[in-house]
């Protein structure tokens, strides 16, 4: 180990350090208010380590950068992630500004944990070894557990068990299932998993061998926990509605950005030689999570639970990018698969954070999350009204919004794949979406309001509201750049 | 080997009934009791695995402290003495566990596990670096010596998950302490 | 292999048997015994109590206990985890070199902050 894998690693050392920085100043510091500043401005450091690093790829001839004994990765890929990363965390503290000063005491923990759960979400995407990506997860969830159930009323609580129980089940699944993999393959390494994995397959038997069909199938379902995909949902719509709403926003968002990384990379990079299999896998899983999310969303009148459900549909519209493994079979054909997967996280992460920032912003005043209680929005709060609608637009998928663009990527990539019967299963399920996303335009705008008073929201939070709806717009009408960024990004995959 | 075989199956046996206990015994106090023993008797087969160094990680941290951490959240709950409540999901929890139990064992039979030779493996570096190849003597070097081959790979191949694991750790006492926090206003 | 584990792991064996027989022998030696009527069988409430010759038994079978107990768990765990990570850095502590020493100085500085998290907010102090 050198200063040079220092370097590798500044972005999640500096990251992780920030939360420390954080906790310890909380120790000595009275004005608690300082602390949501220092946890953004802190974040120009690792921001201004991994531009560094990005930089630094252009000089490598394979595109990657290796360091730690092989247990950690510096490419597009992780890069990409890594700015999704801190650029969500950014924006859910900046909104957590107003929610959090309800806790008086505690502002120093929240921001902590949240900055280690984003230094573990970074360490997800940028490993390449089974033993460092199940740490790297853990350091993703814990945090999050104890961030569920702050608030520490019966819901919260409730939210963190369940969170904590599942979630320490759901590890379980996934240690045993990379540990009849390494007993199959006798490594730990993506990479070499992928070689050895070439040598020893048995074309007889589903996913080459039984230990690799039983391990894969519990990789998935460990990982499925983490990227919320049915059947491995049940924990969703309670911690979702019980956490406190800024944790549910950068739960719906970043942890299912880091989790469709590590399953990218796991699936592409190591079990690439038995894609067909697995792909087929998360085809159907995607078809069920899309179809039962959005099902059992109409029923929904708490908005996070709503939105819960929506986020489980969203696992299943992103898990068609994952199942398009067959688009990279053409010889020079787009890898449109993974990279639609990268835009639509983005797309996503941008909608969601739009749509969660308002209804902090009207819940805060109101003090309920029903979906009743957005009534008359449209005039008590016409600012906060007209971004969550816009931000229901882009979850429903119409032009012209970031997920509407994500979803048309997706489709086409499903499309190369001969996965024609998932395109329709998307479609339909698009519109049945619909019923409820309008549901909520159509309390804001058409059912009077229960008061007059208007809702003001505090400097912080409407700069993220601002940035989160121009990013809907910009990925809505120039995708472009991104998908250029994104297609960089995936190339890693496919060698 | 016989006097192993016994160990095993003596041992295979305290596990499996004690664990079939801590499901059954209605008296939670009892059944975190049980689970005691349970965890001291997977010692016991790490042993007989060449696994000492698990075997140790078992005693101090399962045996050792979460026992105790069952024991003291079991002492803390308020009607704990109740007894365990009528669970409506034993027959589904039964059906589950036996098809995971058939499962594993169907796979554990039928997979074509590789020597370490066939994929011509070398195992982990010596004390002075010097790579064992898979030979009976190498591998007896390695699980001769469990704990200083783990310490080799911790301290080095594995370092980054280690630190991170202290992270983890970190983020595990705040979290923990934040939330069974008393407000100090209160107070 | 088989004599290695004999000499690492009989005494270890010949005393778990001994710890088991021996007790478990005496309790059904006197249960035997008292068939044959050699050992009486005179119950009264002075000896049915949990401890005959102690203190007299206060309160409820299950008082509630301090949470605080609870706080001590939390962070016995946590650094007797932090201990399964020192015990093979000790054991190679000579041949791993000054990189794993101050690899454990940073897991061991990370933990502190733990520590000195929990001593600030008054864990470790009893009320």
Redesign the interface.
Known sequence: ?TLHDLYL?SPELSL?SLG?VV?ILDMVLRRKGVLAAVSVVGLLAPLAFSISLWGDLSGEPDGQMVG?????VVDKFSLFFKFLVMGIVALVVMSSVEYVSRL???QG?YY??ML??A??MM?LAA?T?L??T???L??TT??L???A??L?DSRSTEA?IKFLLLSAMSSAVLLYGMT?TY????TTQLVEIFE?LG??L?ATVPFG???L??GVIMIVAGFGFKIAAVPFQMWVPDVYEGAPTPITAYLSVASKAAGFAIILRVFYIGFGEISLDWAALFAVLSAVSMTVGNLVAIAQKNIKRMLAYSTIAHAGFLMVGVASIAARVPVGETTLGPSGVLFYLVAYAVTNLAAFFAIIAISNRTGSDMISSFAGMGRRAPFLAIILAFAIVSLLGIPPTAGFMGKLYMFSAAMKSDLAWLVVVGVVNSAISAYYYLKVIRVMYMVDPEGEEKIHVAYAPQAALYITALGILALGIFPGPLMTVAEKAVAVLFR | ?L??DI?FWVMAAVGVATALAVVMEKDIFRAALFLVVSFLVVAGIF?LLNAE?LA??QV??YV???S??II??I??T?N??EGNPFNSFQLPALVLSTMMLA??A??AV?????D?D??G?QVLPG?SGEVFSATEQGIKNVF?NT??V???L????????????????????????????E???E? | M?E???RQ?GLI?IFTAIAVILPGSLLVVSWLLSFLRIRPSKPNDVKRSPYECGMELIGD??P??N?R???F??????F??????I???A??FK??GF??FA??L???L??V???A??WN?K?LEW?
């Open positions: 180990m690693l992780a420390m906790i730690i004994f092989n247990t950690l008086r005491q505690f923990e902590g944990l280690f759960s230094s573990g360490l490993t070894d033993i460092s199940y740490v790297a853990e350091l814990l945090p557990v104890a961030l159930a702050f520490r963190g009849l007993g199959f393959t006798g050895r040598a020893s048995d061998s039984h230990a069909f039983l | 080997m006097p192993l160990a042993v160094f140790m990680v101090l941290v050792g402290a979460i105790i951490l003291f959240a002492m803390l308020r704990a003495h499962a594993i169907f796979v039928n997979t074509e596990w590789h370490w066939q994929l493996l004390d001769g704990t200083q783990i310490a080799r911790l301290m080095r191949d594995f370092v980054l998950p280690m630190e991170a694991a202290s992270v983890v750790l970190l983020a595990a006492v705040i979290g923990a302490l934040a939330l069974v926090r407000n100090e206003g107070a | 088989l290695d584990y004999f792991y064996a079978r299950w509630q206990f949470f107990y609870y706080m768990a939390i962070l016995f765990v946590v007797d985890v932090e201990t399964i990570f015990y093979p850095w054991v190679q041949q791993l990189f794993a690899e454990m940073v897991f061991i990370i933990l902050i733990g520590w998290y929990a907010h864990a009320r």
